[in-house]
C-alpha cells in the first residue's frame, strides 16, 4: 500500500521517477535519486510523505495501551520527566515518540539512536548533529498520532497522503 501511495504521489507531483527506481543505502534506507520520500505504516493506516527539496521523514502510529517503562532506554530523561508529568502521559508518549521516529528516518539512522535525539514537544526546530530539523504534527483523527520531520521549513498544509483502510 505505501508503495502505491508512493507511486501516486510521485504522478500526482509530475515526477518522472517511479518506485521502479528505488534503491537501498547501506542502511537499508530506501531513496529515490532526485526525490525524497518516507513511508509509514500503523495498524490499518499508511502514510506517504514527498518532497524535492530536502530529507523528509514520517511516522504514524495507533495509539494503544503500552508499558511506558519498556521503552525507558529510547528517551532522554528531561523527555521523561515531561511524558510523567503531562496531564495525559500516554498522549505525550506518543507525540514524543512520532516526533523522534519521524527524525530518525528523515536522517537514516536507526531506532537505536533514538535516544541521542533530545526533542521538546513545545518547539518545532530540534538540532542533531549539526542539522536543524523541522516539525509538524499531524491531525489524522483522535485514534492515531503522527509527526513529519524535514531539514526544510514545513508550510502548512503540507501535502501528504494516506489511506485509512
Known amino acids: ?3 502505491l501511495l508512493l507511486q501516486k504521489g510521485l504522478g500526482e507531483l509530475g515526477i518522472s521517477e517511479t518506485i521502479e527506481d528505488i534503491q537501498f543505502e547501506k542502511s537499508g534506507k530506501p531513496y529515490l535519486p532526485s526525490t525524497y520520500f518516507n513511508i509509514s505504516h500503523t495498524a490499518n493506516m499508511v502514510a506517504c510523505i514527498i518532497s524535492v527539496e530536502e530529507e523528509i521523514g514520517i511516522d504514524i502510529e495507533k495509539v494503544k495501551e503500552v508499558e511506558l517503562k519498556h521503552f525507558d532506554a529510547w528517551f532522554t530523561s528531561t523527555e521523561w520527566e515531561r511524558i510523567y508529568q503531562s496531564s495525559f502521559p500516554l498522549s505525550m508518549f506518543y ?4 516526533r523522534k521516529e519521524s527524525i530518525i528516518k528523515a ?3 536507526g531506532l537505536s539512536n533514538l535516544h541521542e535525539i533530545e526533542i521538546d514537544i513545545e518547539e518545532q526546530v530540534v538540532e542533531h548533529q549539526g542539522k536543524k530539523w523541522h516539525f509538524m504534527d499531524l491531525n489524522i483523527g483522535e485514534a492515531y498520532v503522527g509527526a513529519i520531520c524535514s531539514g526544510a ?3 502548512n498544509p503540507f501535502p ?3 489511506v485509512d483502510f
Open 1 to 3: 500500500m505505501g508503495r
Open 95 to 98: 507525540r514524543y515518540w512520532t
Open 107 to 109: 536522517a537514516g539512522l
Open 153 to 155: 521549513e514545513l508550510g
Open 160 to 162: 501528504i497522503s494516506y
